[in-house]
């Protein structure tokens, strides 16, 4: 399995990016899809979650902003980001699960966003 992000890049506070991360050596209808992010010198946190049947979660720091969505057809998970932050600069890690047994966990690369002010 494996995943691959891309999409990151500078922006300036603001502005929009849309993160994709397409994942392939499986069939993920039946998994949960996520994107997670580190900041410089902080923990990895949830960002947005979005199970098979298309719920969705969002981190309170970015509810109204980003958009998490995917398309089971091409394997793909996107992150939609609007309205950028500076606070939004990180390395963002794409991450693809299963919440029933057999558990599988699989991570992607991260992506760079940096938001300028």
């Known amino acids: 399995v494996q995943l691959q992000a891309s999409g990151g890049g500078l922006v300036q506070a603001g502005g929009s990016l849309r993160l994709s991360c397409a994942a392939s050596g499986s069939t993920f209808g039946a998994f949960y899809m996520a994107w997670y992010r580190q900041a410089p010198d902080k923990s990895r946190e949830l960002v947005a979650a979005i199970s098979s049947g298309g719920t969705t979660n969002y981190a309170d720091s970015v509810e109204g902003r980003f958009t998490i969505s995917r398309d089971n057809a091409k394997n793909t998970v996107y992150l939609q980001m609007d309205s950028l932050k500076p606070e939004d600069t990180a390395v963002y890690y794409c991450?693809?699960?299963?919440?029933?047994?057999?558990?599988?966990?699989?991570w992607g690369k991260g992506t760079l966003v940096t938001v300028s002010s």
């Open positions: 991450k693809v699960y299963r919440v029933v047994t057999p558990r599988q966990v699989y």
